[in-house]
């Protein structure tokens, strides 16, 4: 992996040198456009409406609009010069207990590596956040935004998740789920036994993403000339379908499942340091 930002973690005098990492990659297909009648490739120009001309990245800025029709153009300059633009700290904002961040906040994951000769400060406050089960709440710039974020520990690493500002989040308002429904004792305890049934210890190499290994074996027969086989389309069913029972469908999983159902894996132990 190759390091895409470089500064200090700070919280009150405290100065940890890290590099930040990526955490995550892409398993997609990549594709290019191209015609459909002759398969030439698609291009996209940057062209000035003005002129006419093919313009360059390097040439291009940007322009603001106000709602009364007043507009700006920032340059290149005019985004270095934002004083969080020339920061290269993450600076720690509030230690918080981890469950008061809801999971739908997360944005994108990148890691933290300890950039110093010694890396005591980094491992004392990743043994901290452990111990007193909190996440550091922070702010740093990257790529001409400043970002919020929690700061976590992944096994023996410090791990930065950005977050999504509060107003950046929309409410979940729906009138289907204004009303009262009423669940049934017995629907209940079917359906907590049929989550027992399902219960395990997480394990993403458990799980693959079926529509890109299908996606990439149509690309192999694709190579060697195949068509892909054509599939019956379902039948329609109409609005007048039949619809299931839920009781019914309740119970019916819980008996196919408690067939299948094997033990569980003992849980996997992750690596810790050795206290001094």
């Not at 291009?60 to 340059?75: N, P, Q, V």
């Not at 036994?193 to 690309?219: A, G």
Request: net charge negative; aromatic share 8%; glycine share 4%.
């Amino acid at each position: 992996m190759r390091s895409i930002w470089k500064g200090s973690l700070t919280f009150g005098l405290v100065n940890v040198p890290v590099r930040l990492y990526s955490a995550t990659d892409s398993h997609d297909v990549s594709f290019h456009q191209v015609h459909g009648k002759d398969g030439g490739r698609i291009h996209y120009q940057r062209k000035c409406e003005k002129c006419e001309k093919v313009v360059s990245y390097g040439d291009i800025d940007k322009e603001y609009e106000s709602d009364s029709g007043k507009t700006a153009i920032l340059t290149a300059e005019d985004f270095q010069s934002l004083p969080s633009e020339k920061s290269h700290e993450i600076e720690v904002m509030a230690f918080v207990p981890t469950e008061q961040i809801d999971p739908v906040y997360f944005n994108k994951s990148y890691y933290l590596e300890p950039d110093s000769k010694s890396p005591k400060a980094y491992v004392l406050l990743r043994r901290t956040l452990e111990q007193t089960d909190r996440t550091a709440v922070v702010k740093f710039a990257l790529r001409q935004r400043t970002h919020l974020a929690a700061l976590r520990v992944k096994g023996d690493v410090l791990v930065i998740q950005t977050l999504l500002w509060g107003d950046e989040l929309r409410k979940a308002e729906f009138a289907s789920l204004d009303g009262d429904v009423r669940i049934q004792k017995k629907e209940l305890e079917m359906s907590s036994s049929l989550v027992e049934n399902f219960s395990s210890d997480f394990d993403p190499d458990e799980y693959t993403d079926e529509y890109q290994e299908q996606l990439q074996d149509l690309v192999k027969k694709k190579l060697k000339g195949a068509k892909p086989a054509e599939e019956e389309a379902p039948a329609d069913e109409g609005e007048d379908a039949e619809v299931l029972d839920l009781m019914a469908a309740l119970e019916a999983s819980v008996k196919e499942t408690s067939a299948k159902k094997g033990k569980k894996q003992p849980a996997r132990k992750s690596k810790r340091d050795k206290t001094a």
